[in-house]
């Protein structure tokens, strides 16, 4: 298994810091704004009453019942409670559903780019990873005809987020159905949507790909608290799925780390059944930030940037610095860029091959326009000196 190059990138621009020099880091997939709160008030509340001991490790009912709700209210998905099981975070949500279906040599189509740990999730499951690249030119979005050339008598299940981390790419209603009409025509092949940036969606409306009628019973939801309201570290994700699915995730989770906390989850509750304006006043001051860095990455000569319209990150296609040099240091690849960029700007991006792209490089727009001006500024300046 590799290491996450997110976290291997962070870890880096650390050690710089460590050493006094200013480095901006733009790597990681963390809001940068505090939990709401009347969230962190839960939490204080729900230990003041002694909520310190195990929970069920499906979830605690007042937590799963608020996540029906939601499922219903945003999303059009109809669960009953054994179909949810709250995880430690949405990425054990989606190591559940893999562990629980794969058998070694089972094929999973994992859209490209990706988020990090799909790939190295699937491979410790005992499944092979098998991508699915959609270009810049197509949003990074794969068309129907795409999907169903990939598929064959070994695929079990198909990944994706949307909206996108490394991309931030939207899929419509429209698109999840094509998707969706190739799909259906396959027996017992599962998709795992990874919903976790939801409410950072700047088009004005979610769709989900199991809210389409062939779907629901051939999908797993992924979701959890992390990206809209700013609760990374109090590690709650959650997934709604077909009854056995769920039994199975239930049974597996119940092997590795049991339930989720118990205060997190009375937090939880309260984040999905109440004030919802803190999350979209994170969400328009992304977008603010989006436009900004776009404007910004717009005047880099060579980038090429595309308009993803959710998550809190942008891809820009960097390949055309590939060969050139500044007469002490020649770029090959992503990683060359993205090095050269922390060691030479002090700013900290991650290479596009971590994500199964390796034009390409993620930038987290999740800082304040401060920071981010500065730091596209850093960049700018660094990449004038190669030819």
Request: charged share 20%; net charge negative.
């Amino acid at each position: 298994m590799s290491e996450s190059a997110t976290l291997r990138m962070s870890k880096k621009a650390r050690a710089l810091r460590a050493k006094g020099l200013d480095v901006i880091s733009l790597s990681l997939g963390e809001p940068d704004f505090d939990t709401p709160q009347h969230i962190k008030d839960a939490a204080v509340k729900a230990l003041a009453e002694g909520y310190t001991k195990y929970t069920p490790v499906s979830g605690l009912q007042e937590y799963v019942a608020s996540i029906q709700e939601k499922f219903a209210r945003d999303n059009d998905l109809h669960f009953e409670k054994n179909q949810i099981v709250v995880s430690n975070g949405a990425k054990q949500s989606i190591a559940n559903v893999c562990l629980s279906i794969l058998d070694q040599g089972d094929e999973v189509i994992i859209i490209t780019p990706y988020w990090v740990s799909y790939f190295e999730i699937v491979k410790f499951a005992g499944g092979t990873p098998i991508k699915l690249a959609a270009p810049i030119e197509q949003d990074f979005k794969v068309s129907p005809e795409q999907l169903n050339e990939a598929i064959n008598h070994k695929t079990k299940a198909i990944i994706f987020s949307s909206p996108c981390n490394p991309t931030g790419s939207v899929y419509t209603r429209e698109e999840l159905e094509g998707l969706a009409e190739v799909i259906s025509s396959y027996e017992n092949l599962i998709v795992i949507a990874d919903e976790i940036y939801e409410y950072i969606n700047f088009t004005g409306q979610h769709a989900s790909i199991g809210a389409i009628e062939s779907m629901k019973d051939r999908t797993a939801t992924i979701n959890g608290m992390s990206k809209g309201f700013s609760m990374t570290g109090w590690r709650l994700g959650y997934m709604g799925a077909p009854a056995w699915l769920a039994a199975a995730c239930t049974k597996v989770q119940g092997q590795f780390t049991s339930g989720a906390a118990s205060f997190s989850q009375k937090a939880g509750a309260i984040a999905l059944s109440t004030d919802l304006s803190p999350s979209y006043e994170m969400r328009e001051a992304f977008l603010k930030r989006r436009d900004i860095v776009i404007d910004l990455l717009k005047e880099i000569p060579g980038l090429k940037v595309n308009h993803p319209t959710g998550a809190f990150y942008l891809f820009p296609d960097v390949s055309s610095y590939f060969g050139k040099s500044n007469g002490t240091v020649i770029i090959d690849n992503s990683e060359d860029f993205a090095e050269l960029i922390l060691e030479n700007a002090h700013v900290a991006l991650v290479a596009g091959s971590a994500f199964g792209d390796d034009n390409c490089v993620r930038i987290s727009y999740a800082a304040s326009e401060e920071t981010l001006r500065e730091a596209i500024k850093r960049i700018a300046n660094c990449l004038k000196n190669f030819k």
